[in-house]
């Protein structure tokens, strides 16, 4: 009888185990920018979270990746000043969920950085830099380009109210030339536009323009995802099948 009283609880914790093991990475919320009625802090299109403009940056919608909208950000920092301090930030709860990542479409005007970094917050006021960045892969501009950043390996980000992360305009980390009429930049010290014209040194560029603080960047699709941690409601479940299947057993003895 005790065996079989072990057996029933060692197929419940089966259940939750497997229940666990089979879950699906799946998105929890979600920007696609079709339906904006603030542009300074559009609304989402799956699930909950807030979207803002960091340090002056501005906005508008214009032409999403595919079509509808996308969230199209103007206003950045001069050149030479302020890297890693203008974009656009994101902050979501994570709550029951685990392994998370963050992806989202990404394109550049000609004038504007083609180096963008991610950080992210674990408790909404506290940010931690350059977790990920995109390897200057703006450029040629005017193409919507996919980026995935996983965050599975921060495992103070699951099952968190206060997770938020950042998308924001750096300097080059690498030597470049902008322009043929002008000097080229030493290492992170300036952003590199996203226009090919602008060559990693020691090439010398050919062409003519320069990083302007009007230029773009225009997102979509900004989506969080991860794996649902088993609710409480189904651990519950699971545990008054067993006392039951228990009882019974008692009953019988």
Known sequence: MNHLKSSILAAALAMVTLTSANAQTAAFTKWDF?????????ETSIGTGTASLLNGVTATTATGNGGGLGWNTSTYAAQGTGSGTRGVQFLVSTLLYSNITVSFDHRASGTNSRWSQVDYTLNGTDWVTGFWNNSGALSPHDIFYSFNVDFSSITAANNNANFGFRI?????????????????????????RANAG???????????????????????NVTVSGVPEPSSAALLGFGTLALLGLRRLNRKS
């Open 198 to 220: 602008a060559v990693y040194s020691p090439t010398e560029s050919t062409a003519t323009g320069d990083y302007g603080t009007s230029g773009t960047w225009r997102f979509d």
């Open 168 to 192: 924001v305009s750096i300097f080059s980390p690498t030597a470049f030339d902008q322009s043929s009429t002008l000097a080229a930049y030493a290492a992170n010290t300036a952003y590199m």
């Open 34 to 42: 079709n339906t904006v009625t603030v542009t300074n802090s559009p």
